[in-house]
């Protein structure tokens, strides 16, 4: 079974994150996606952090930017047993983050590929899901088609 259709694809799933900050996830997640800088992929994400965190309560954080050579939106996902201190708007570590990049010039694409996640992950069901999930293969499925994947 192929899992193509997932926004977030089990190759650029990490289970067992050992990152001791913020930053260090990032980067770990970032370097989950193939044929991307992964230097200016993190300037890019940490300039976007300095504009507050994405941590959204409830463990997770979706850190996103956006990166002129893309085509379409990529995501990769670390999970942290632990948790993350991750400034997030409940103050409670991050065990979860998502990490989006969209094309520089598809705002529509980012805001829409967002907002999916966000809505995924905000499913207690789902977050319970990923952190009792043995494979990426399972967290992947856990993940609808990306925006616009269908047409």
Do not use: C, N, W, Y
Not at 7 to 21: F, N, R
Not at 69 to 76: F, G, I, M, N, S
Not at 141 to 149: K, M, S
């Amino acid at each position: 079974m192929s899992d193509a259709s997932s926004l977030i694809p089990a190759d650029a799933i990490l289970l067992d994150s050992q990152a001791s900050s913020k930053s260090a996830i990032i980067a770990e997640t970032i370097g989950l996606l193939p044929s991307i800088d992964p230097d200016q992929a993190l300037a890019v994400v940490m300039e976007r952090e300095k504009l507050g965190s994405t941590g959204i309560g409830h463990g997770i954080a979706i850190p996103h930017g956006r990166l002129p050579e893309l085509d379409a939106p990529v995501a990769a996902l670390s999970r942290h047993r632990q948790g993350v201190d991750f400034d997030a708007i409940d103050g409670e570590p991050v065990h979860i983050v998502v990490v989006l990049l969209a094309p520089a010039d598809e705002s529509k694409a980012h805001l829409e590929t967002l907002a999916l996640l966000a809505r995924t992950l905000q499913q207690p069901s789902v977050r319970r899901a990923i952190m009792e999930a043995e494979t990426p293969e399972a967290v992947s499925a856990l993940f609808p088609p990306p925006p616009g994947a269908d047409s």
